[in-house]
């Protein structure tokens, strides 16, 4: 089994920074892409941000310049660190990763299961 475990949501004023971590584990054999996204309420779930294993980056047009996505393979982790945050940042935010768990031969998507992060105006 493969899990995703977020960390690092909460509540901070608008201007504020959060860093939110992401820790895989199980049976892991190699990890492709990572990725956060969020969903606010009554929303779609949206892509934030991006990282392959080569960790090239992609973000969104709302959050560029002011949040970073990073990774640590030898500890498949990634972290998503967010400064000058809105109050429209707030959402769920949830991990994803593309992951070849051992004795598979193709990727599977994994997610972690959200953390709240409240940003207030």
């Known amino acids: 089994q493969v899990q995703l475990v977020e960390s690092g949501g909460g509540l901070v004023q608008a201007g504020g920074s959060l860093r939110l971590s992401c820790a895989a584990s199980?049976?892991?054999?190699?990890?492709?892409?990572m990725g956060w996204y969020r969903q606010a309420p009554g929303k779609q779930r949206e892509l934030v941000a991006l990282i392959s294993s080569s960790s090239s980056t992609d973000y969104a047009d709302s959050v560029k310049g002011r949040f970073t996505i990073s990774r640590d393979n030898a500890k498949n982790t990634v972290s998503l660190q967010m400064n000058n945050l809105k109050p429209e940042d707030t959402a769920v935010y949830y991990c994803?990763?593309?992951?070849?768990?051992?004795?598979?031969?193709?990727?599977?998507?994994?997610w972690g299961q959200g953390t709240q992060v409240t940003v207030s105006s």
């Open positions: 199980g049976s892991i054999f190699s990890i492709e892409a």
């Open positions: 994803n990763a593309d992951i070849v768990r051992y004795y598979s031969t193709r990727y599977e998507s994994y």
